[in-house]
């Protein structure tokens, strides 16, 4: 059993960043690749960006550029660094990983960029 938290939505201006973070917890779990997925209203949910084992990444080209993945191992964590913000990156952001063949995904957290 893995429980996902994420912190660090929030309304942000355009052009502007945020760093939203997610941390894993349980017992007896193994984690390869961690992801962040996001949802608008009225939209499938998409997957924003990847990263595998410490350093191999991948990003939704709609991010390409402008969002970083990264993880720090020791504490469980992935983090989403978003600069240059655009009112369509407004969404609900998941975090989510498998563990032994299980899915997990985090509770969400909401990022809104608006003037």
């Known amino acids: 059993q893995v429980q996902l938290v994420e912190s660090g939505g929030g309304l942000v201006q355009p052009g502007g960043s945020l760093r939203l973070s997610c941390a894993a917890s349980?017992?007896?779990?193994?984690?390869?690749?961690m992801s962040w997925y996001r949802q608008a209203p009225g939209k499938q949910r998409e997957l924003v960006a990847t990263?595998?084992?410490?350093?191999?990444?991948g990003y939704a080209d709609s991010v390409k550029g402008r969002f970083t993945i990264s993880r720090d191992n020791a504490e469980n964590t992935v983090y989403l660094q978003m600069n240059s913000l655009k009112p369509e990156d407004s969404a609900v952001y998941y975090c989510?990983?498998?563990?032994?063949?299980?899915?997990?995904w985090g509770q969400g957290t909401q990022v809104t960029v608006s003037s």
């Open positions: 989510n990983t498998a563990s032994r063949g299980v899915a997990y």
């Open positions: 349980g017992r007896g779990f193994s984690i390869n690749a």
């Open positions: 990263i595998i084992g410490g350093s191999s990444t």
